[in-house]
């Protein structure tokens, strides 16, 4: 709900300015708890490539959970990629080489 309320948002100021907005809506702190709870499901995945050595796939997220993994694991040093088909795209974080 909130990503189709973000992009109606960002398609009025689009119609209103003609500029593209990179306009970013968090209902009652939604997305800011949701940034938590992903930089803790990215750190726990990032132990388990450093333990097991091997490849962590997570679950699928959209783009803005996507990013948020993605630099929470270049910050811990490891490198990550997003694969996968939308709506079905996630992440997978590569051990260090």
């Given at each position: ?9 960002r398609?009025a ?12 809506l968090?209902?009652?702190?939604y ?18 490539a450093?333990e ?9 997220m959209n783009?803005f959970?996507?990013k948020v993994?993605?630099d929470?694991?270049?910050?811990a040093g ?5 694969e ?5 795209r996630?992440?997978?974080?590569k051990?260090?080489?």
């Amino acid at each position: 709900m909130l990503d189709a309320l973000q992009e109606l948002t960002r398609l009025a100021v689009q119609a209103k300015t003609g500029d593209r907005s990179r306009l970013m809506l968090d209902i009652a702190g939604y997305r800011a708890a949701r940034k938590a709870e992903l930089v803790t499901v990215a750190e726990r995945a990032i132990a388990e490539a450093r333990e097991s050595g091997t490849e962590v796939s997570l679950e699928p997220m959209n783009p803005f959970e996507r990013k948020v993994v993605h630099d929470a694991v270049a910050a811990a040093g490891l490198s990550s990629d997003s694969e996968g088909i939308e709506p079905a795209r996630y992440v997978v974080i590569k051990p260090a080489v």
